[in-house]
């Protein structure tokens, strides 16, 4: 059990924008093991289980994920060649006195591919 989670944190904020039957898959994978640890049978609550267990789903693991990634680049715990992918409104000159510079709103940079392009670090992250 512990290398099917191992598998499925590792790397959870480079799956934001996936298609959603490879995040059912993934979520499966990780309810089969719950299923395996525990012994139940495949029509059992899982999400019993998962909250017994304290385990998010996939799609809520990869947003909480990226959320950590983009908290850690806000506050200077982050590498430096994700944290300068990422600009505040705060920071845009024309923009100081909006209600979102007091926050930490992200400007979302403009992306080609709206299936390669939105996935980025750098949109997904303004995104969420």
């Known amino acids: 059990m512990s290398l ?20 059912s898959r993934l979520q499966s994978v ?9 012994s139940l049978r495949k029509y059992d609550s899982m999400t019993l289980l998962l909250q017994e267990l ?6 809520q693991r990869i947003e909480y994920k990226l959320v950590v990634l983009v908290y850690c680049c ?3 715990l982050a590498p430096p ?4 992918d990422l600009r505040r409104v ?10 979102l510079a007091s ?5 979302v940079p403009p992306s080609r591919l709206s299936t390669v392009g939105d ?3 750098p949109v997904a992250a303004a995104r969420v």
Request: aromatic content about 12%; overall charge positive; glycine content about 6%.
């Open 74 to 76: 806000l506050h200077g």
């Open 119 to 121: 996935r980025a670090f």
């Open 4 to 23: 099917v989670l191992l598998r499925v944190k590792y790397g959870n904020a480079t799956l934001t924008g996936v298609p959603a039957y490879t995040i």
């Open 54 to 59: 304290h385990w998010l789903k996939v799609e």
């Open 30 to 38: 990780l309810n089969a093991a719950a299923r395996l640890a525990f």
């Open 103 to 107: 926050t930490y709103a992200l400007v």
């Open 81 to 84: 060649y994700l944290a300068n």
């Open 90 to 99: 705060a920071d845009l000159g024309l923009r100081r006195h909006l209600r």
